[in-house]
């Protein structure tokens, strides 16, 4: 061929590639989701570092749109997509209100064609609020004083108009249902007590990283309703916002104030991963009536109440379970576009590259080390010595892969903000190498203006490499700190075999809890263990990285359990092994 059309060629390609990318639209998510989350107001909380923090998220989908508010971020965010999210910002506590918590744990619900919003107080003073257009920030009061109150409230209006509201948040009391009048919000009748937890029959109700009810007995929260089919489902938060086991459980009834009956397994569960947690949350339907569940995740480092937001798939299957699908929860998913089984899962199978791979930085911060940002947990982290442009942090793959999209977890390593913040951003580039010597950008955010602490690229077209480099331009405060550069596509080793020799020791003594071990597979990094109460309905997930043990205390006594378990490599999953009983 000619030079000149050669060369012709490869510009032409150039130009392709570069268009494709520029015109990409978005088709996957990954958790924590990519908010400008703001940070904690409470100077006490930040005495061990001033972080970002938020929790207890509420999704409503609202004239065709998706509103997500949650504690204390001074605003709310809307969304027609799941992906990208605008920020309202928005007090809603008046002058007389002398509190940090400006919409702590809120309530949102739809009421005809209004959006109603009320914060969780003890107090009789604060106001039920109302808007037809959140979007322009337009709101007045429904209810100057909402005198009854309550902690970490939810509202739920029936198919037959009537409104009711559910709330509690203790280690001692138990979750309050009441009907309201739907025009003044006034209570008809008197709270009625609705659920208790019950830790000495279910495991995952108990206290403790380790549910082991060590310092305090487990608390109960973070009330959602949802009807289907008739039953109406009583949604928890238990047994503790802190915890790798922060759960939503269920108890299911055939009236809005009960009696309830707790479902075995709590529905929204995931307690391994790079982010751990999926408590105090919120069921909502999306455009295509496809159920989703937002929920809280842990990090639980500079404060307790350092956490992030997920959404996971969710739905009733052909028996009506409520269930969530957090296998691989904090990995690349599909955004919905359709109405969809869930049951098959929005797993992209991108699968992360870059676990506890070598790592090359620019500088390090005391003993904030470099392998940090590969070790698949959200509570550690790298920091470079400053937030000087130039500062980087190199990922080796170990071979040339097929990559499909990147996420950056950013860190608050010596932060200097309390409260929500507007106009900070951060500013990046993204570089990737076949050799390590030669290199080409990924992704150039070098004038960005936005707060992505979370940041996640899905490439318009998949790119081969093998070395991956994030070079900071700016921080919009700290240090340059990484929690986690993770690289997902997919290499060409072999998927890894099948998983043998599955063990569940579980105890006459204690059958909430089970030591559970397998023969180790040199080809995996991680496995994902499936279980639940019916051998078809193994709804339950713990992904575990690096280990061919677990111990898992989270069972219902009086009933047998079922597991299964799949290995995991950069190229895929197993199969899953046969589907074990353990009585």
Known sequence: MDIRKYITVLFCLLGFYTAAMAQHQQQTYCNPINLDYGYTPIPNFAEQGKHRATADPVIVNYKGDYYLFSTNQWGYWWSNDL?????????????????????????????????????????????????????????????????????????????????????????????????????????????????????????????????????????????????????????????????????????????????????????????????????????????????????????????????????????????????????????????????????????????????????????????????????????????????NKGEWIQSDLGRLSTLRAIQINYADQDAEFLGKQQGIYHQYKLWYSEDGRKWKVLADKSKNKTDVPHDYIELGLPVKARFVKLENIHMPTGKFAISGLRVFGNSDVPKPAAVKGLVVLRTEKDKRSAWIKWTGNKDAYAYNLYLGTSPDKLYNSIMVYNANEYWYKGMDKEKPYYFSIEAINENGASERSPVMKVN
């Open 83 to 387: 992906y990208n999210w605008k920020f309202v910002s928005k007090s809603f506590l008046r002058p007389e209100h002398k509190v940090y918590d400006d919409l702590c744990a809120p309530s949102v619900w739809i009421q005809g064609d209004t959006m109603l919003v009320f914060g969780s107080t003890y107090s009789r003073n604060f106001p039920i609020w109302m808007s037809t257009n959140p979007k322009a920030n337009e709101w007045k009061e429904a209810v100057h004083e909402f005198e009854i109150g309550g902690w970490d409230p939810a509202h739920f209006v029936d198919e037959d108009g009537k409104l009711y509201m559910y709330n509690g948040s203790s280690n001692v009391y138990p979750l309050y249902g009441v009907e309201l009048n739907r025009k003044t919000f006034q209570p008809v009748g008197t709270r009625k007590e609705l659920l208790l937890l019950n830790p000495e029959r279910f495991g995952w109700q108990r206290f403790g990283e380790h549910l082991d009810n060590t310092f305090l007995d487990p608390f109960m929260e973070g009330a959602w309703m949802t009807k289907y089919h008739g039953k109406y489902y009583l949604q928890y938060g238990a047994p503790a916002t802190e915890f790798s086991g922060y759960a939503d459980g269920v108890a299911i009834g055939t009236t809005p104030l009960g009696p309830f009956e707790h479902q075995s397994l709590p529905f929204s569960y995931k307690p391994g991963g790079f982010a751990r947690g999926a408590g105090h949350g919120a069921t909502f339907q999306d455009k295509w009536s496809n159920y989703w569940h937002v929920s809280t995740m842990v990090i639980a480092v500079k404060n307790n109440f350092e956490r992030r937001i997920g959404i996971w798939p969710a739905g009733f299957d052909k028996d009506d379970v409520l269930y969530m699908d957090a296998a691989f929860g904090d990995y690349p998913h599909y955004l919905p576009t359709q109405a969809t089984d869930h049951l098959t899962s929005g797993f992209t199978g991108w699968m992360l590259l870059n676990y506890n791979k070598p790592v090359q930085v620019s500088s390090t911060y005391g003993t904030y080390t470099a392998n940090n940002a590969v070790d698949e947990s959200i509570q550690t982290y790298w920091s470079a010595a400053t937030a």
